[in-house]
């Protein structure tokens, strides 16, 4: 599936087929793991910019200050969603990832997402400006066309 | 750990040891995890209104509509985290849970979340008034002491 | 990855790029992980059966009677594994199979398990006997050419 | 409960309420969960060995060579679950731990499992001799009474 019209705003994209045990007793994918995959979309998203900012490697980096996540239909086994992120908002000295889960069983989008992320310096716990280099790579992704896997 | 201050507003308090295994590769307990405690906090405050709506039995029952998380300090094992539970909004046809999740280690509220629960008649898909019995029971609960277990 | 020479006998082939929240404090991937990547194999393997007995529909179906995992390598994020599926003994009102992990970083077998799976009688609880259509079904797979997808 | 007779030789008992979200699709508690709570189980029993060997701290620690489960009876919520874990071998450079998991609601053991710890060199790959330390550690905490919390 390379061409979600409800993902068209979406730079990135990340893809999986909904695991059998990610339901739950009521035979609905579980709540919880939503977050996990926007998890993996928001790490697909920090892989492709280059900074070392981004990379969690020195004394400052990411970290996840809140997450929201709205239900719209619930999902089941088998399925397979692909998770649209882009960047929604982007302050001093932090930005928000939005998501669209995109069902190909609903051909709908079942949920929506909303990640807060704030460069800190770990040691000191004071929040950092988001450096230049990450806007601009932000910027470019965002105006590029939708990079479906 | 009976009495925590700083939930004292929160009728239900749910408590758990924070599992090794909750931690990830930063060494800090996961993000989705915190979702998976708000879920068990939910359900512990759920069992404790009488009503056939809150028991997924029949054809109306609770949905969880939105979710989120706001994260204040990171939690490693060990430690016991204690979440205090009360409803702080309720509507026509949904409440809102609010979540504080107190650290032993912190000695601090590391947490908070809020879950917007509908009723919703599952066949219809329509959301339901919120019946007078469980509007009674939760203001009975908000009302009184808090019960830590 | 279409040609595995150490997955060269098994029939099905399961693949899934490590997640990143599936590594644990010691930034392996959990041990209990490779449980849920068999539980994914051994699902995609029962699928490919045709009958109401692997449906878990009716009254008889199969059930986990054991399952065990010999880790050989530590794994981590990111990587893709292919896991191997087989069935490698089949008894009167049981069959074992056989899973090998190949890791696409370490371009070796990072794991192995075998998951005993029993047809039962849910009411009963009574073991019946694997069905000739199973049987036959299976002796087809195992044949086969490796079906990687 | 501190007096369950089908765990009387297990030195240590680590307990656990059933999580709902433990359930899957099928309304059992995964098979894949019995293994985090194995993962409990040893931590709690290896954290009561006072050695550098058992603290992941140093060059020289355990790894998790292999595991298994025994199912016997399916879990639910609600439910609280009792692990009993003992050392039921020891070798010249590893040791087995072996678990029952009682279930309250059934009175009965659940599963059983066993997990076989290696002493690695983590730099060079090479299994090191259990030391004679942890052996009389291990030695004293399986004769001495059950301990249950």
Known sequence: MTN?????DFPI????????????AF???????YFR????AR????????????MHAGRIGPILATIKCDYKRQLKYPDTV????RVSKIGRTSFQLT?????EQHQAVAATGD??????????????????????????????PNQNE
Request: glycine residues 6%; aromatic residues 8%.
């Open 82 to 85: 692909h998770l649209g992120t």
């Open 115 to 144: 990640s807060t992320i704030v460069i800190l310096d770990y040691d000191s716990g004071i929040p950092q400006r988001v450096p230049d280099s990450i806007r601009t790579q932000i910027a470019a992704m965002q105006s590029s």
């Open 43 to 54: 790490i697909d998203y920090m892989n492709r910019i280059d900074s070392e900012v981004t």
């Open 4 to 8: 979600i019209k409800e993902l068209v």
């Open 99 to 103: 998501h669209a889960v995109f069902s």
């Open 13 to 24: 994209i990340w893809s999986h087929p909904v695991q059998w045990g990610e339901q739950d």
């Open 27 to 33: 035979g609905h994918v579980n709540g919880t793991v």
């Open 37 to 40: 995959w926007f998890e993996n």
